[in-house]
């Protein structure tokens, strides 16, 4: 059986096969969603040099 865990994020409870990391607790939306924020910032910090 599959335990299920809560993201620390969003705060959803979701099967442990929807989890990125071993010991994360972030469901793969929110780390995509993180993901996405880190790119963003990143072409900024590029663009303003």
Known sequence: MINPRTCIKCGYTKA??????????????CMKKAQKIRNAQKRLATKEV
Do not use: V
């Open 16 to 29: 442990s096969t929807e989890y990125y990391s071993k010991g994360g607790n972030t469901c793969k939306e």
